[in-house]
């Protein structure tokens, strides 16, 4: 069983950055895509940034696109979501999640915002 567990959110002045990490355990990640997702109070979940297993495909939201960036390390398993220029409209809990069917189609898997397994989320505010 694949486990995940978020850490790094916070609260953040808008105009600065965060650093989250999706550490898993378990397995490990190699043959999984990864996506951050998040979900405000009210608001629909949202597919953030999505990598591929071989981590040579990647996709952004038009909403972070330019601010955030994704990447992964397999050897560590970990995949890290660094997030600059935060807005106000970034505040929301933040989740990890890995999923196997779609490990090559990161945009079909940011936008169906299912996947097969999910961390606990870490919360990030960005006060303006």
């Known amino acids: 069983q694949l486990q995940l567990a978020e850490s790094g959110g916070g609260l953040v002045r808008q105009g600065g950055s965060l650093r989250l990490s999706c550490a898993a355990s378990?397995?490990?990640?190699?043959?999984?895509?990864i996506g951050w997702f998040r979900q405000a109070p009210g608001k629909e979940r949202e597919g953030v940034s999505c990598?591929?297993?071989?981590?040579?495909?990647?996709h952004y939201a038009d909403s972070v696109k330019g601010r955030f960036t994704i990447s992964r390390d397999n050897a560590k398993n970990t995949v890290v979501l660094q997030m600059d220029s935060v807005k106000p409209e970034d505040t929301a809990i933040y989740y990890c999640?890995?999923?196997?069917?779609?490990?090559?189609?990161?945009?079909?898997?940011?936008?169906?915002?299912?996947?097969?397994?999910w961390g606990q989320g870490t919360q990030v505010t960005v006060s303006s």
């Open positions: 999640a890995a999923d196997y069917l779609h490990r090559e189609a990161v945009q079909t898997l940011c936008r169906r915002r299912s996947a097969d397994y």
């Open positions: 378990g397995r490990t990640l190699d043959d999984y895509a």
């Open positions: 990598i591929s297993a071989s981590g040579l495909n990647i």
